[in-house]
């Protein structure tokens, strides 16, 4: 045997961890909804989030968080690993690189998202209002844009809502980091 097939070791003698541009996350004490609105609010705080699936399996929830590379993932998982969504230890992330390097969302929901493609409602509500739906390029959302303090510089953890008191739209409490 040449040994390819075993498994990479660190300095320390243990198994490293293959890197993926795309993280899996798995939420524990989810005591409040998790949707890719709320996970892309904190994962974009480390850089452009492309894709985001949430699914069940086996009891729990998890998500795939897909960056266009390594690097961001790398820095987004360092940051975030362990951390809490919300206040008081509820949806704690678990952080892992995931196998896949490019999502496949077919969906718009609050279950998955493909932020690599225009915002069809959006292009459907413009073309209503008269202005063109044809987006120029390196067209971004404007609506996530305004919702989540324009990317990079803005609060990452300040959840859309109109209610003075911080409480998102569906009445749970904003992201928190902590």
Same mark, same amino acid.
């Given at each position: 045997?040449?040994?390819?097939?075993?498994?990479?070791?660190?300095?320390?003698?243990?198994?490293? !961890?293959? &890197?993926?541009?795309?993280?899996?996350?798995? %939420? !524990? @004490?989810?005591?409040?909804?998790?949707?890719? *609105?709320?996970? #892309?609010?904190? =994962?974009?705080?480390?850089?452009?989030?492309?894709? +985001?699936? %949430? =699914? !069940?399996? @086996?009891?729990?929830?998890?998500?795939? %968080?897909?960056?266009?590379?390594?690097?961001?993932?790398? +820095?987004?998982?360092?940051?975030? !690993?362990? #951390? $809490? +969504?919300?206040?008081?230890?509820? $949806?704690?992330?678990?952080?892992?690189?995931?196998? #896949?390097?490019?999502?496949?969302?077919?969906? =718009?929901? *609050?279950?998955?998202?493909?932020?690599?493609?225009?915002?069809?409602?959006?292009?459907?509500? &413009?073309?209503?209002?008269?202005?063109?739906?044809?987006?120029?390029?390196?067209?971004?959302?404007?609506?996530? &844009?305004? &919702?989540?303090?324009?990317?990079?510089?803005?609060?990452?953890?300040?959840?859309?809502?109109?209610?003075?008191?911080?409480?998102?739209?569906?009445? #749970?409490?904003?992201?928190?980091?902590?």
């Amino acid at each position: 045997m040449d040994g390819s097939m075993q498994p990479a070791l660190g300095a320390d003698g243990k198994k490293v !961890e293959s &890197q993926s541009n795309v993280l899996l996350g798995l %939420i !524990e @004490n989810m005591q409040y909804a998790v949707t890719v *609105d709320v996970l #892309h609010t904190v =994962f974009s705080a480390y850089g452009a989030v492309q894709k +985001i699936a %949430i =699914f !069940e399996k @086996n009891g729990s929830t998890q998500a795939l %968080i897909q960056y266009s590379d390594i690097a961001t993932a790398a +820095i987004a998982k360092g940051a975030l !690993e362990g #951390h $809490c +969504i919300y206040d008081g230890g509820y $949806c704690k992330l678990r952080l892992s690189y995931s196998r #896949h390097t490019d999502l496949n969302v077919k969906a =718009f929901s *609050d279950k998955s998202r493909d932020y690599t493609l225009p915002d069809l409602s959006l292009m459907v509500a &413009q073309k209503a209002a008269g202005v063109s739906a044809s987006a120029p390029a390196g067209w971004q959302n404007p609506q996530v &844009q305004t &919702q989540y303090g324009g990317g990079y510089g803005g609060s990452p953890y300040m959840y859309p809502s109109s209610d003075p008191n911080g409480a998102s739209p569906s009445g #749970h409490p904003p992201p928190y980091y902590g």
